[in-house]
Nanobody, 127 residues
């Protein structure tokens, strides 16, 4: 069982930035592809970004390219999401997820592909 704990959410004004972190409780963090999803009130959970086991491959939702950056530090068992130029429409609960995979460059984008989920961190962007 892998536990994922997100942090770094909060209230920010439009145009501001936040850096989200997700710490994983596993000794084999580098065996997991990692991702961020988000869910706004009344909406389905949507894909934000994914990063492969080594960090050599990344994948982003088309609408978020250029504003969001996913990275990971395998020595710290942590994945990050740098969010810039935030808009009120980015308001949501942000979740990190982990998929155990043998494929080095895999970056899954569907919720059903992931094995573990964090509890989420709230991001609120005011106008």
């Amino acid at each position: 069982q892998v536990q994922l704990v997100e942090s770094g959410g909060g209230l920010v004004q439009a145009g501001g930035s936040l850096r989200l972190s997700c710490a994983a409780s596993t000794r084999t963090f580098s065996n997991y592809a990692m991702s961020w999803f988000r869910q706004a009130p009344g909406k389905e959970r949507e894909f934000v970004a994914a990063i492969s086991r080594s960090g050599g491959s990344t994948n982003y939702a088309d609408s978020l390219k250029g504003r969001f950056l996913i990275s990971r530090d395998n020595a710290k068992n942590t994945v990050y999401l740098q969010s810039n130029s935030l808009e009120p429409e980015d308001t949501a609960v942000y979740y990190c997820a982990a998929e155990r995979t043998g494929t080095i460059y895999r970056t899954p984008t569907r919720t059903d592909e992931y094995d573990y989920w964090g509890q989420g961190t709230q991001v609120t962007v005011s106008s």
